[in-house]
C-alpha cells in the first residue's frame, strides 16, 4: 500500500510520553517506588526539552506519524520549514501541498520502497511556499511495523538544505561558465598543481596540439615531451610562482600540429588553499602570433627603410658626382669657345660638349625608366626579332667602351635561329649595360665574353668577365635600384646603380630571369640572361637612321623661359639654314603665332605666365594654327605629361636636351611636307 494513502499521522510516541509528563504530580507523601518514577519522568522530560531545542537549532524538523490512528505531529521547526503556523493541526495533506509538484512523485517512490523493503529512506526534495519561493529539503525516516506486519507509525526528520543547496549549484554553475568560456576562448587555460601536474587544459589545446585535453592531465612538461629548454623555462615560472605566491608573466614560441610557429603570453596565478600555501597555479596562455609578426614586420620595414635610406643618400652623392662630372668639362668646353677662334681647338670643344651633354641626357633617361618599369607604366612593343640582331646591336653600342679598354670580345651564338618575341630596342638595352658592365669592371686588356644556347623553350646568354668579381652579400643585392658595386673604393667606376637594376626589370617584363655568379673577389663574374623562344619567322633586320641631310628654309618659333636654352636652339636652327624667333613666355608666344606664319613650334610646358598646354590649345584654336607642327620640348618626360601634350593636340613630344638627329630629323620631315603642299598632322 502506497504511504500516500494510508491514514493520516500521529505523534504517539512523544504524545504518550507528553501525556504521561503532565498526568501526575509528585508529593512529599508519595511512596519511594512512586518518587522514583516521577524522577524519571522529570528527567525524560528534560532530555526531551534538550532534545528538542538541539534539532531546532541545528535546523532539523520532526514528525511523527501514527498510522494506526491517523495522527500526525510536527515540531516547532517542521512548521518552519513547510510555512505553516504552529497553532495550525498537522496533516499529511499539509505536507504534500508543499511539496513541489514535480518533486511529488519522487518523495512517494522513495516512501514507497522504504516500507515495501523495510529500509530507511533518504530523499532529497522542494518545497515551495505560498510567495512561490523555493526550500531545498532532505527528509528522512523510518517505519515501525505492527504484529500483523503491516506500517505502524512512520517517525523521521526534514532538514533545511536550501543554503548549501543553491552554493553547490552557484558552484557548479560558475565551473559550467568557466568550462563554457575555456572552449570557446582562443587562449589556452591550464591548471598545474604543487607537483606542476596538469590538473585541467581547456579544449582549446587540441586544436593546437593534435592531442586531446585528456592526454595532458596529471603530467608535468618535461613528460609531455616538450622541447627541453622550453619545459625548463615553464617549470621555473610554476616552481616561483608555487614559492612566491605572486602572478608571473612570460611569452615563448611553439610550433603546433599544423607546423605553424606561433607565439604565446602566458600569465601565471597563484590558488591559496585554506592554509595560506599556494595549493595550485592557473595560467592563461594568450595567441598574440599576429601581434609578434606586425612587430617583427615593423622591425623589417624599419630596418628595410634604414637601407633605403642610406642608400638614397648614396644614390643623392653619386648623383651629384656624375652630373659635376659633364658639367666640368662643359664648363671648360664653354670657356675655351670664349677664348679660341682656331677651328681644330673650337672643334674639339664643341666634341667635348655634345659628348658630355649626351652622357647627361643617358643619366636622366635611365632614371626616366626606371620610374616607368617601377610604376608599371613602361610598355614594350613585342615583335618577332632574332636573337642575333640583338646581340650584334648590343656589341655595336658597347665596343667603344670595349676598344677604349683594349678589351677582346668573343661571341658565342647559336648555329641556328633563334628567334624572340620581344621588344628588340629593350632588350638592346638591357645587354648593352651588361656588357658595359663587364667591362667597366674588368681591368684594361681583360677579355670579355657574351654567349648564348638555345635550351629547349629557352634561350640562355651568359655575359662573362674576368674583373673584380663579387661577394655573397653583394650578389644578393646587386640588381637593387642604386646599389654599387664599390661605389667609392680605388675600383669605382661611377654611374648611379641603376643600369643592372634596369637590365633585370626590362627580362622580367620579357617573361625571363637574370641571374648572377661569382666564385668571389677577384674571380670575375657571370650574369646569365634566361628568355623565352619565340616561333621561327623570316630576318627582320633591325631599323637604324639613316643620315639625311638637314631641311632648309623653315620659319621656327622657339619658346622657353630659359633665355639661354631658347637662344641657343635659336643660333642652331640659324646655323641650319632656318629663321628662328624667340619668345621667353606664354602670352608673347601666342601674339607672335597669331602675328607671323611658321612652320614649326618648339614649345616648353613650364612657363613663368600661363603654360605650354595652354599656348598650344590657344594656337590650335586659330585658323593659322590648326595645321601649325607644335613640338613639345621640356623637362617633363612622365607618362602623364605626355597625356597631357597628346591631349592639347602637340605633333611630338621631345625630353631636353634635344639630341641634333632628332633636329634634324623634324626639320627635314616638316620642309619635306611643306614643300609637297601638306603639313604635318
Given at each position: 500500500m502506497r504511504w500516500s494513502k494510508l491514514a493520516a499521522p500521529a505523534l504517539w510516541f512523544l504524545g504518550g510520553v507528553a501525556s504521561a509528563l503532565t498526568a501526575g504530580r509528585v508529593g512529599r507523601a508519595q511512596r519511594p517506588g512512586r518518587r522514583v518514577r516521577n524522577e524519571r519522568r522529570v528527567d525524560l522530560a528534560s532530555r526531551l526539552d534538550a532534545f528538542e531545542h538541539v534539532t531546532d537549532s541545528a535546523g532539523i524538523g520532526l514528525y511523527f506519524w501514527n498510522m494506526a490512528t491517523d495522527t500526525l505531529t510536527w515540531s516547532q521547526h517542521h512548521y518552519a520549514i513547510f510555512g505553516y503556523d504552529p497553532a495550525l493541526p498537522a496533516s499529511h495533506a499539509m505536507f504534500r501541498a508543499r511539496i513541489h509538484p514535480q518533486d511529488l512523485d519522487t518523495v512517494d517512490a522513495a516512501v514507497d520502497l522504504a516500507l515495501s523493503s523495510r529500509s530507511d529512506y533518504l530523499v532529497?526534495?522542494?518545497?515551495?511556499?505560498?510567495d512561490g519561493a523555493l526550500r531545498y529539503v532532505r527528509g528522512s525516516g523510518r517505519a515501525t511495523y505492527g504484529a500483523d506486519g503491516r506500517p505502524a507509525a512512520l517517525n523521521g526528520a526534514v532538514i533545511d538544505i536550501t543554503e548549501t543547496t543553491e552554493a553547490v549549484h552557484a558552484t557548479r554553475q560558475r565551473e559550467l561558465d568557466l568550462a563554457t568560456v575555456a572552449a570557446n576562448l582562443p587562449d589556452i587555460i591550464n591548471r598545474y598543481d604543487r607537483q606542476r601536474r596538469c590538473l585541467f587544459v581547456s579544449p582549446r589545446i587540441e586544436a593546437l596540439t593534435g592531442q586531446p585535453a585528456a592526454w595532458f592531465l596529471g603530467k608535468t612538461h618535461e613528460e609531455l615531451g616538450l622541447d627541453p629548454v622550453l619545459a625548463a623555462r615553464w617549470s621555473a615560472v610554476l616552481e616561483d610562482v608555487i614559492r612566491n605566491g605572486t602572478m608571473r608573466e612570460f611569452d615563448f614560441a611553439h610550433v603546433g600540429a599544423d607546423g605553424v610557429e606561433r607565439f604565446y603570453i602566458t600569465r601565471a596565478l597563484p590558488s591559496f588553499g585554506p592554509d595560506g600555501r599556494v595549493?595550485?597555479?592557473?595560467?592563461?596562455?594568450?595567441?598574440?602570433?599576429?601581434?609578434?609578426?606586425?612587430?617583427?614586420?615593423?622591425?623589417?620595414?624599419?630596418?628595410?627603410?634604414e637601407?633605403?635610406?642610406?642608400?638614397?643618400?648614396?644614390?643623392?652623392?653619386?648623383?651629384?658626382?656624375?652630373?659635376?662630372?659633364?658639367?666640368?668639362?662643359?664648363?671648360?668646353?664653354?670657356?675655351?669657345?670664349g677664348l679660341s677662334d682656331q677651328p681644330a681647338v673650337r672643334e674639339k670643344a664643341r666634341g667635348v660638349i655634345e659628348r658630355q651633354v649626351a652622357q647627361l641626357a643617358s643619366l636622366v633617361g635611365d632614371l626616366m625608366e626606371v620610374g616607368r618599369i617601377s610604376s608599371g607604366k613602361l610598355a614594350?612593343?613585342?615583335?618577332?626579332?632574332?636573337?642575333?640582331?640583338?646581340?650584334?646591336?648590343?656589341?655595336?653600342?658597347?665596343?667603344?667602351?670595349?676598344?677604349?679598354?683594349?678589351?677582346?670580345?668573343?661571341?658565342?651564338?647559336?648555329?641556328?635561329?633563334?628567334?624572340?618575341?620581344?621588344?628588340?630596342?629593350?632588350?638592346?638595352?638591357?645587354?648593352?649595360?651588361?656588357?658595359?658592365?663587364?667591362?667597366?669592371?674588368?681591368?684594361?686588356?681583360?677579355?670579355?665574353?657574351?654567349?648564348?644556347?638555345?635550351?629547349?623553350?629557352?634561350?640562355?646568354?651568359?655575359?662573362?668577365?674576368?674583373?673584380?668579381?663579387?661577394?655573397?652579400?653583394?650578389?644578393?643585392?646587386?640588381?637593387?635600384?642604386?646599389?654599387?658595386v664599390n661605389p667609392t673604393g680605388v675600383q669605382a667606376q661611377g654611374g648611379l646603380g641603376i643600369g643592372l637594376s634596369l637590365v633585370r626589370q626590362l627580362v622580367e617584363l620579357h617573361g625571363g630571369s637574370v641571374a648572377v655568379h661569382s666564385a668571389g673577389l677577384g674571380q670575375g663574374a657571370c650574369f646569365t640572361v634566361r628568355l623565352p623562344l619565340g616561333r621561327p619567322q623570316a630576318d627582320l633586320p633591325l631599323p637604324h637612321a639613316t643620315p639625311t641631310p638637314p631641311a632648309r628654309g623653315l620659319k621656327v618659333l622657339v619658346v622657353d623661359d630659359n633665355a639661354d636654352g631658347a637662344q641657343t636652339l635659336a643660333a642652331l636652327l640659324d646655323a641650319l639654314g632656318h629663321q628662328a624667333v624667340t619668345a621667353f613666355n606664354g602670352r608673347d608666344a601666342v601674339r607672335l603665332a597669331a602675328e607671323q606664319a611658321f612652320d614649326l613650334a618648339f614649345l616648353d610646358l613650364g612657363l613663368p605666365d600661363i603654360s605650354g598646354i595652354q599656348v598650344a590649345l590657344t594656337i590650335r584654336g586659330t585658323a593659322r594654327g590648326k595645321q601649325l607642327p607644335l613640338v613639345a620640348l621640356t623637362g617633363l618626360g612622365r607618362d602623364q605629361d605626355r597625356y597631357l601634350t597628346q591631349a592639347a593636340q602637340f605633333t611630338e613630344h621631345l625630353v631636353k636636351p634635344l639630341a641634333m638627329d632628332d633636329l634634324l630629323r623634324i626639320t627635314e620631315a616638316v620642309a619635306a611636307r611643306r614643300d609637297a603642299g601638306t603639313m604635318m598632322q
Open positions: 532529497r526534495f522542494r518545497v515551495q511556499l505560498p595549493e595550485t597555479v592557473l595560467t592563461i596562455s594568450t595567441d598574440h602570433t599576429e601581434r609578434e609578426r606586425e612587430a617583427r614586420q615593423l622591425r623589417l620595414d624599419g630596418a628595410m627603410l637601407k633605403a635610406d642610406l642608400r638614397k643618400n648614396e644614390y643623392l652623392a653619386t648623383l651629384a658626382h656624375e652630373l659635376r662630372g659633364p658639367l666640368a668639362p662643359i664648363s671648360s668646353a664653354v670657356q675655351l669657345l614594350i612593343e613585342r615583335a618577332r626579332v632574332q636573337l642575333r640582331h640583338v646581340i650584334d646591336q648590343a656589341v655595336e653600342a658597347s665596343k667603344p667602351l670595349l676598344d677604349a679598354r683594349r678589351q677582346a670580345l668573343s661571341v658565342e651564338l647559336p648555329h641556328e635561329d633563334a628567334w624572340l618575341d620581344a621588344d628588340a630596342l629593350r632588350l638592346v638595352q638591357a645587354f648593352s649595360n651588361l656588357l658595359t658592365n663587364a667591362s667597366k669592371y674588368s681591368p684594361r686588356g681583360a677579355p670579355v665574353a657574351i654567349q648564348a644556347r638555345a635550351n629547349g623553350k629557352h634561350v640562355e646568354i651568359k655575359v662573362a668577365d674576368q674583373g673584380i668579381g663579387l661577394t655573397e652579400e653583394a650578389m644578393r643585392d646587386i640588381f637593387d635600384l642604386f646599389v654599387q
